[in-house]
């Protein structure tokens, strides 16, 4: 009984000065920014300025993505939302340069079309990726793997099948494409 007066007394000490630590922490990053905060008219302009890059011309780009993970256990959703914005900032950075962008889903990759399916925000998403001219393919061999038919996921018709996802990135980089691995 006594050892574990002392663990709950060890662990409220340990809380009460992690408490401290995270105020403290907090309060020296909030004196941090407020020392380089700009004034308030020029709030705006000065955060707008300080994250934007300087424009550059990148040029035609022939690009896929291969999407091969389902995102962490706590929010498996947030992956298909992060490789949407991804390939949103893309396209914006590369236009008014043509860009021929395709995403090959593989693997535990199909998870964000299977969610789309349910998700009417997010399916729209996908749906508008396609109307800004990205191709969206889907590995035949993870279906089958997988057992599950193209009803399951959102848009997928048979003319977006591969039949292996691998031997498309061969393809597709002898064609002169970029890989990227989301």
């Not at 998700?119 to 793997?145: H, M, Q, W």
Request: with cysteine.
């Amino acid at each position: 009984m006594a050892a574990q007066r002392v663990t709950t007394s060890s662990r409220r000490a340990f809380l009460a000065g992690f408490g401290t630590a995270v105020v403290l922490g907090l309060g020296g990053a909030g004196a941090a920014l407020s020392l380089t905060a700009p004034q308030a008219n020029d709030k705006k302009a000065a955060v707008l300025a300080s994250v934007r890059a300087p424009a550059t011309e990148y040029g035609p780009q022939k690009v896929v993505y291969h999407v091969s993970t389902r995102g962490s256990w706590r929010d498996r959703e947030s992956e298909a939302w992060r490789l949407i914005a991804v390939v949103n900032n893309h396209i914006n950075a590369v236009e008014p340069d043509p860009i021929e962008l395709r995403i090959v889903f593989q693997g535990d990759g199909i998870d964000a079309l299977r969610r789309a399916k349910g998700n009417p925000k997010l399916a729209a998403a996908f749906d508008n990726l396609r109307k800004r001219g990205v191709s969206i393919a889907v590995c035949a061999n993870t279906l089958e793997a997988y057992h599950m038919s193209l009803e399951t996921l959102h848009g997928v018709k048979e003319q977006d099948l591969v039949q292996a996802a691998v031997a498309e990135f061969v393809r597709l980089q002898q064609k002169g494409f970029s890989y990227i691995k989301f």
